[in-house]
């Protein structure tokens, strides 16, 4: 059964950059996708992007195409998201969750602030 | 994009009641959809894929149906821990463009 542990919390200034990591335990880490999914306070889910190892680059949702990038180290089992420019409306809770279309194990959720 | 559209945004039901959930996608997705379950302060979890396989774990009480654009889910006879917001999500597009609906919350009466 696969475990999806995200960092913690964090505190961002507008402009900066936040990155956002995932680590999974549990399966064959190499032959599974991680994507990752934002929820705004009291908002819906927003699909960000993923990487699908048998295409063995990102793909990423065309809203956030230029601001994020999400790496993968398979000697770790972790999967980084990296999003840049931050403004207010990024404060959101970023879950990685595995699956590349569909998501089946998720991660706890890491709050992301946004703030002046 | 493929715009996911739920109602109703709020249900109440009883326990021991049905409960019905419908999502509507603005073109054909065929029958590559999911429905999540997201109870507050949680992740979500995966409750149905091909707009009808449950996923694993999951209680017979709940089913997925419909194909093209029209779907629901069922549950049929409610529980109170089924409690929470319900999302569908499409995953037909190539490139991926995956969409979620807004939500249904629903509520014990």
């Known amino acids: 059964q696969v475990q999806l542990v995200q960092s913690g919390a964090e505190v961002k200034k507008f402009g900066s950059s936040v990155k956002v990591s995932c680590k999974a335990s549990?399966?064959?880490?190499?032959?599974?996708?991680i994507s990752w999914v934002r929820q705004a306070p009291g908002q819906g889910l927003e699909w960000m992007g993923g990487?699908?190892?048998?295409?063995?680059?990102?793909i990423y949702a065309q809203k956030f195409q230029g601001r994020v990038t999400i790496t993968t180290d398979e000697s770790t089992n972790t999967t980084n998201m990296k999003l840049s420019s931050l403004r207010s409306e990024d404060t959101a809770v970023y879950y990685c969750?595995?699956?590349?279309?569909?998501?089946?194990?998720w991660g706890q959720g890491t709050l992301v602030t946004v703030s002046s | 994009e493929i715009m996911m559209t739920q109602s109703p945004a709020i249900l109440s039901v009883s326990p021991g009641e049905r409960a019905t959930l419908s999502c509507r996608a603005s073109?054909?997705?065929?029958?590559?959809l999911a429905w999540y379950q997201q109870k507050p302060g949680q992740a979500p979890r995966l409750l149905i894929y091909?707009?009808?396989t449950r996923a694993t774990n999951i209680p017979a009480r709940f089913s997925g149906s419909g194909s093209g654009t029209e779907f629901t889910l069922t549950i049929s006879s409610l529980q109170s821990e089924d409690f929470g917001v319900y999302y569908c999500?499409?995953?037909?597009?190539?490139?991926?463009?995956?969409?979620f609906g807004q939500g249904t919350k629903l509520e014990i009466k």
């Open positions: 969750a595995r699956g590349g279309d569909l998501f089946d194990s």
């Open positions: 549990g399966g064959a880490f190499s032959s599974y996708a």
């Open positions: 990487f699908i190892p048998i295409f063995g680059t990102p």
């Open positions: 073109q054909s997705i065929s029958s590559n």
């Open positions: 091909g707009a009808s």
């Open positions: 999500q499409q995953y037909t597009n190539w490139p991926p463009r995956y969409t």
